[in-house]
């Protein structure tokens, strides 16, 4: 007869390889970094848009900087005739106007999709800042500068060949005040939007790495 040896203890013996508690761990834990994962990347298209605007509110505030310190001054320095210049002037700030009448109008209509981290009075400032910047260059361009336009073909010559004292000179250097007052207005309206927008971004930023520590 044969004897069957066992654990004295009473113990079983080890089993190898994974148990079903370490199977439903590691399942869990893939659930876990699943759900980090997919928490991670939920925020990138709100990432992109604040980056979006950051960048249209930049570059027209660059290009309207450029314009005023360079691209003016530039021709009517260069070009031999003022009319010439004022010529090139004119088409150069034509953009600049309908560039900032339509980056103001976007920036204005995502502001509401833009759920970053700010206050009311942020929002409202922002808002305010926009709504100054699409309004002033709108202006700018289909107010002054066609009212401007259509003196110089009513004329029919260069401006300066006028007198001085001409009601219609005198009515075009008027408007010529009035567009570069509304041109810096802009630029000033469009500075503070992309302070506002900066700062929520860099706010934004500062939050997800606190979340992450």
């Not at 080890?14 to 991670?40: L, Y």
């Not at 298209?45 to 930049?58: F, H, S, Y």
């Not at 999709?113 to 709504?131: M, Q």
Request: glycine share 8%; hydrophobic share 55%; charged share 15%.
């Amino acid at each position: 007869m044969s004897v069957e040896l066992g654990d004295k203890t009473g113990v079983p013996a080890a089993q190898d390889g994974p148990t079903v508690t370490d199977a439903q761990t590691g399942a869990a834990a893939n659930r876990k970094t699943g759900g980090d994962a997919t928490a991670a990347r939920a925020p990138l298209p709100a990432t992109v848009l604040r980056d979006a605007r950051l960048l249209l509110a930049a570059v027209w505030l660059g290009a309207a900087v450029y314009f005023s310190f360079a691209v003016a001054p530039a021709a009517f320095a260069a070009l031999p005739a003022r009319d010439l210049a004022g010529a090139v002037v004119s088409r150069t700030l034509a953009v600049v106007n309908t560039g900032g009448a339509i980056v103001g109008l976007l920036l204005l209509l995502s502001l509401p999709l833009d759920r970053g981290a700010r206050s009311r009075c942020a929002s409202v400032g922002e808002a305010a800042a926009l709504l100054a910047l699409t309004a002033l260059c709108a202006a700018g361009q289909w107010v002054v500068a066609a009212r401007m336009q259509s003196l110089r073909a009513q004329v029919g010559r260069p401006i300066d060949d006028l007198a001085a004292t001409d009601p219609l000179r005198v009515a075009f250097n008027s408007l010529h005040v009035y567009s570069v007052w509304a041109l810096v207005a802009a630029m000033l309206a469009g500075a503070a939007a992309l302070l506002l927008i900066a700062r929520r971004t860099r706010m934004k930023a500062e939050g997800g790495r606190m979340k992450k520590n």
